[in-house]
């Protein structure tokens, strides 16, 4: 590790924290209805986008009605995308003249797409029209990240409420997350990037002469603007296979430090946009500093066992950390700190192999997936996340000060409890039984690029990060339609049995009394909680997971160091 | 009326583990594998279901002479102990709520009722069969045979069998203290009741229902905890079903039973094996203090109390006030005036009456001896307002409230008050005015004070404490309200309340958010009584306020409230004291079971048996051990509940995950590596 590594990730968090509170206010002006520098530009444009849906802005919706609106705009959008990429070959914008996908492979992305997972058994640059990258992904790209914002604040407005039936409008809560939020940020993005030199363009491939002789195709498209939403919408999929190592999606430092920044930038403003409507931005701060702990500890650790190197290579006299499937243009700190921020949140973008990291460096990212993806997380989804782990902490918590346990006032009764442990059950259900199932039958191993412990790491990495909705993954694991299948089903489950338990949650909350706080109510907002609540994250993550992490990557670690390779 | 004082000197304080109790709980721990029984509680039936799995393979194994026969039999073995030291537990806390049960329930030991048909006719029937609306007599010497109202006459009754409290206390038809216990005994006098409760519907009935598992109700945060620790047995069931596969991928076995002892490690058994005892020993520890609750939901609201209604009267000063001063009218001899007044009050056998006693005699010394002999006593009586004391020489003096006093004096003359300007400064003190008149002629005003109880600032400054906020209500003007107030340390007060003043108070209260618990006896109180989250009403009250309360004390003592927003509290903390306890504790197992089943495919993997145990098989036997013998060890804090004191969120808070947090990571650690020690040096395990 050198000092240079941990002032990279100084500058990068020093940035983010500068950023929480300007970019947090201004989510909370814009999902309250007030009015922001943006509104004289965007607010015809909203109307008119509300005129054409026939949508009142004032049509207040039951949590019922909200997760039907969602559910319904979900489904259109998903078919929109699988239809688009089963018939690409025949529509315009095609110069590299790509066939129709498998309805195998259609599925498995329009799925991964609509969850905002962005999980890619498809190299993009060989396989996708330049239609299917921008009006397929992109728009989800957009819509899945509005999706995720929509849900986040509706619970906010639930947990928050003073006494309501309903929770605000999906198509408002939509629109305006896209329009206002994701929309100006990405395009003053995509400007920097293409200053930076990512193509932005319509032109077919180049197929040149390179100086040694060889030759060499040069991709193009429109890539700068899909590489601002893929961060910053904490989507993940890149325009080409090797995502942002490529130097066409990430050419140079600034544009590594730009793209970990955009990464984290919702997630983080999120906090204080959750503090502002609780109307005590203690509370925000309270789960930003729950997120930073943990991301400083996976940071530390992954920089560390990469730093560190591996051993068996020091034996053979060289020197220095691993930099197998790194590019030296960001080195191990800026690779480290961009897949820790890429895994925390639900990204699921890289710079580097996670395949070749070392065992603990890519056991930081199993165990960023594995955690519920609460550390920044993704868009929306990362908030709603931790605001479940908050409801169960509170409540073990709770009980232990003598009172029956309240967040924001609002007690936290059976209903509650039954929906955060709804939404917790199906991370250990989506990621432990598709695993099991594929180790048993062949059509799970046929495909694996490794055997041993890290031949497990990959498949279990696989269902880990389709349930967490990151997208990143273990490569060496090839697709088949046994993978196509499960693990759309698991990015299914993964993203909406989360999101309809918490908006269920929002919804009962919402209409209970406010109970004020007195001496004898804890704190949701002091030390104490945050401790408590990285407790709960850490205790009950490990307990899930530690036995199946210790069959791999912890395995493979001592193994590793006692000479033993896969 | 006697006004009755009683508190903790009368509750029962039980040995924790009475033989009697024991040995009884002993049996019903076997008695309670009954799978209908083990149902109820799904953590413990997977344990019970392991525990019948590993004894199958033990006797498969046995017969077949494979495996390793003997281990099998020592997890076997120890997953029913697991099983058995819960249910004992469970049966610990129902036999010492059952005793205290049965101590109340031998004063329902079948009585004979009589009772009063519609034609006026008496039959005897058994008290058991007497239902709501029945009429029923009973004459001195007989006990009540049932909860009700008097409707006719009054009569002392002897409430010790229930309360403790020997004095006498007398109830009378129509008023606020109408209502008589079933249990107690009429002493004097014959009174008709009307019935009030359907059998087994009354509140003794109730409360033994509370503490006898069968019947009991979960309590809504025992549901909220029980789903919680169901959702974590099942992530662990997931967790242990699916390393079956994982360890054959990677060329491992694991036999069933070590993966049967994983996962009973694993799911919270300690809490899962206490969580009943600690509500049944919570609602025990309620009926200890003399308090009967309608429901454990009743009790657990009470810890989360915000506001506290105390009335003045009997819960934070005395009941009885105390002479405090004799102020003699102008032109009257002072020691005739007090001699008056001490012969006034010999036949008062009130404390005020026996208060102005005393202060006399310190005023007049020798001269308080001179009692005339032949003196008629005048009782006080509710319809004069005044008591007095006809002399043989024929003076008459009256003793009594101003106006009645001042009424009476009008029968001899002009009724004129010299001292109508210290009756209301004495009033506007804040204290009580008495007028004392000699043969229709005003001699002297007696003032009578409010006496603090002793010890009651403490107690509020304990419930700031704990964050509640305790309001006075009192009839008194808002003057003497806020002295009295301020003298008792309340954080607030109503004054000049009237019903409707008190349940408006409780309403805005609770539309700001807060719960409010009040205390109250009357009729009038019903209304409130239901209103508050948390209404105790005073046993000597009505069946009305009895009926709208959902918790009665027995010894009618106003300030038992605040013990019991103590046992409320006191109950959730030992549940989240002993679920964080339960659920660090796994932390512990995994570093020792985990190593020993991976050890044999990755013998790198050693350097995770931090513990340094022996062998595999001991390490998994010493986390089986220790996971059923802590079960046993935490039986005392179930039942006592976890230290209460009061003090801020934070610091509870603090303290508590200090001590059971990571307490429960380092205990089992410590723990563990004991077991493992001892078996080596036994030579127990492989």
């Not at chain 1, 896209?178 to 929309?183: A, E, M, Q, R, S």
């Not at chain 2, 008023?175 to 002493?187: E, F, K, M, N, P």
């Not at chain 2, 992530?235 to 699916?242: D, E, G, K, R």
């Amino acid at each position: 590790m050198s000092l240079t590594g941990w002032l990279q990730a100084a500058l990068v968090f020093g940035a983010l924290l500068a950023l929480t509170k300007p970019l947090g206010s201004y989510m909370f002006a814009v999902f309250t209805g007030r009015r922001t520098r943006l509104s004289p530009v965007l607010a015809p444009v909203e109307a008119a986008i509300y005129r054409l849906g026939g949508v009142g802005v004032d049509d207040e919706m039951s949590w019922q009605r909200y997760t039907f609106a969602m559910l319904a705009f979900s489904a259109i959008s998903f078919f929109y995308l699988f239809v688009l990429l089963l018939v690409q070959g025949w529509l315009p914008l095609n110069p590299q003249h790509f066939p129709n996908l498998s309805p195998g492979l259609a599925w498995n992305t329009a799925i991964s797409f609509l969850t905002n997972t962005n999980w890619q058994f498809y190299a993009g640059e060989s396989t996708l029209s330049y239609l299917s990258q921008m009006a397929g992904l992109a728009w989800h790209n957009f819509v899945s990240a509005g999706v995720g914002i929509a849900i986040a604040i509706a619970v906010v407005r639930g947990i928050t409420a003073k006494t309501a039936t309903t929770l605000g409008s999906f198509w408002v809560d939509l629109t305006r997350a896209c329009l206002y939020v994701l929309l100006p940020i990405s395009a003053a993005l995509a400007i920097v990037y293409v200053a930076q030199g990512i193509p932005q363009n319509f032109t077919p491939y180049r197929t040149v002469a390179t100086i040694s002789g060889g030759r060499q195709t040069i991709t193009g498209g429109p890539m700068a603007s899909q590489e601002a939403i893929k961060d910053l919408g904490t989507n993940g999929g890149g325009f080409v296979n090797a995502n942002s190592a490529s130097p066409n999606e990430n050419p140079t430092p600034l544009t590594n430090v730009l793209e970990v920044l955009s990464i984290l930038l919702i997630g983080a403003s999120l906090t204080y946009t959750y503090g502002k409507m609780a109307g005590d931005t203690g509370q925000g701060w309270a789960l930003f500093a729950a997120m930073s702990v943990l991301f400083v500890i996976g940071f530390g650790v992954m920089y560390h066992a990469e730093a560190a190197g591996n051993p068996l290579l020091h034996h053979l006299g060289v020197r220095g950390g691993n930099m197998v499937g790194k590019e030296s243009r960001f080195g191990i700190a800026g690779s480290a700190l961009f897949d820790e921020a890429s895994t925390a949140t639900s990204c699921g973008a890289v710079n580097a192999m996670l395949d070749s990291f070392m065992p603990l460096g890519g056991l930081v990212a199993m165990v960023n997936l594995q955690l519920g993806e609460v550390v920044f997380g993704g868009v929306g989804s990362g908030l709603y996340g931790m605001l479940e782990f908050v409801v169960l902490t509170v409540f073990i918590a709770g009980l232990m000060v003598g009172r029956t346990p309240e967040l924001l006032g609002k007690k936290i009764e059976r209903r509650e409890v039954q929906l955060a442990l709804l939404a917790f059950l199906v991370t250990p259900l989506m990621v432990l039984v598709p695993t099991a199932i594929a180790v048993l039958i062949p059509a799970g191993t046929a495909t694996l690029g490794n055997s041993g412990p890290h031949g497990f790491s990959e498949i279990l990495y696989a269902f880990t990060s389709a349930n967490a909705n990151n997208g990143s993954a273990f490569a060496g694991l090839g697709d088949n339609r046994f993978f196509n299948i499960s693990t759309g089903i698991v990015m299914f489950f993964g993203r909406f049995f989360m999101a309809i338990p918490l908006l269920a949650l929002a919804g009962s909350l919402a209409e209970k009394k406010k109970v004020v706080a007195g001496r004898g109510t804890f704190s949701t907002s002091s030390t104490t909680f945050v401790v408590l609540l990285i407790g709960t994250i850490l205790i009950v993550g490990a307990l899930t997971f530690l036995p199946v992490d210790a069959l791999g990557p912890i395995a493979d670690h001592y193994l590793l160091h006692s000479g033993r390779t896969f | 009326m006697p006004h009755r004082r009683s508190s903790a000197q009368h509750s029962q304080v039980r040995p924790l583990f009475e033989y009697a109790i024991v040995r009884r709980a002993f049996l019903d721990a076997f008695a309670k594998l009954d799978p209908r029984v083990q149902l109820r509680n799904p953590v413990m039936f997977v344990v019970a279901v392991g525990a019948l799995l590993t004894t199958a393979f033990w006797l498969r194994d046995f017969f077949t002479h494979g495996g390793a026969v003997g281990f099998d039999f020592a997890i076997a073995a120890w997953l029913w102990f697991t099983v058995l030291f819960a249910n004992f537990a469970e049966a610990v806390a129902e036999g010492r709520g059952k005793a205290q049960a049965e101590h109340l329930r031998r004063t329902k030991s079948d009585t004979i009722a009589r009772r009063r048909t519609p034609d006026g006719a008496i039959e005897e029937i058994s008290a058991s069969r007497l239902r709501r609306g029945d009429v029923v007599v009973v004459d001195a010497g007989e006990i009540v045979p049932g909860d009700g109202d008097i409707v006719e006459g009054a009569a002392t009754i002897d409430e010790s069998a229930i309360t403790g409290e020997s004095a006498p206390v007398v109830r009378e038809a129509g008023g606020d203290r109408s209502a008589v216990t079933g249990g107690t005994r009429v002493l004097s006098d014959s009174i008709v009741v009307r019935i009030a409760t359907n059998p087994g519907e009354s509140f003794l009935d109730r409360m033994i229902a509370l503490v006898e598992g069968a019947q009991r109700q979960k309590t809504p945060n025992e549901i909220a905890l029980s789903i919680l620790l169901s959702a974590l047995t099942i992530v662990f069931v997931l967790v242990v079903a699916t390393l079956s596969p994982f360890l054959s991928f990677t060329g491992t076995h694991a036999s069933t039973v070590v993966l049967v002892a994983l996962l009973v490690c694993l799911i919270p058994t300690t809490i899962g094996g206490l969580l009943s005892a600690i509500g049944i020993a919570g609602m025990d520890r309620v009926m200890q203090r003399n308090v009967l609750a309608t429901s454990g939901r009743a009790v657990e609201a009470s810890g989360d109390v915000d506001t506290l209604l105390l009335d003045k009267t009997g819960t934070i000063t005395l009941g009885n006030r105390q002479a405090s001063e004799i102020l003699v009218a102008p032109g009257c001899d002072a020691e005739a005036a007090r001699l008056a007044a001490l012969l006034s009050s010999l036949s008062d056998e009130t404390p005020e009456g026996r208060s102005l006693i005393t202060l006399a005699r310190s005023l007049l010394g020798e001269a308080s001896e001179n009692i005339p002999e032949g003196s008629t006593f005048v009782p006080f009586s509710a319809y004069t307002r005044m008591s007095g004391v006809d002399l043989p020489d024929g003076r008459k003096i009256r003793k009594g409230a101003p106006d009645s006093v001042v009424t009476w004096c009008k029968e001899f003359g002009p009724g004129r008050n010299p001292l109508a300007g210290e009756v209301e400064r004495v009033a506007r003190r804040g204290e009580t005015p008495l007028l004392l008149a000699v043969d229709g002629e005003i001699v002297a005003l007696i003032a009578l004070k409010d006496i603090l109880k002793p010890m009651m600032s403490e107690r509020f400054a304990r419930l700031r404490a704990m964050g509640i906020r305790t309001v006075m209500i009192t009839g008194d003007n808002p003057l003497t309200a806020a002295a009295i107030a301020k003298e008792a340390g309340v954080d607030d007060f109503l004054a000049e309340a009237t019903p409707e003043a008190k349940m408006n108070l409780i309403k805005r209260e609770q539309s700001a958010g807060r719960l409010v618990a009040m205390t109250g006896d009357g009729t009038n109180d019903a209304p409130a009584l239901a209103q508050a989250d948390v209404g105790v009403a005073m046993n000597s009250g009505t069946q009305a306020a009895k009926e709208a309360a959902n918790m009665i004390d027995l010894d009618s003592d106003p300030t038992k409230l605040i013990e019991v927003v103590e046992i409320g509290k006191q109950l959730l903390m030992t549940r989240g004291a002993l679920t964080t306890f339960s659920i660090a504790n796994d932390v512990a197992k995994y570093f020792a079971i985990l190593p020993a089943l991976f050890i044999s495919s990755y013998p790198a993997m050693a350097a995770l048996n931090i513990m340094h145990l022996a062998t595999p098989q001991s390490a998994i036997l010493s986390a089986i051990i220790f996971n059923a013998l802590i079960i046993i060890a935490l039986i005392p804090l179930a039942i006592r509940g976890v230290r209460y004191e009061p003090r801020g969120a934070a610091v509870a808070l603090r303290t508590n995950v200090l001590i059971y947090g990571l307490g429960g990571v380092i205990v089992p650690f410590v723990g563990i590596k004991a077991i493992d020690l001892l078996l080596q040096a036994l030579h127990l395990a492989g």
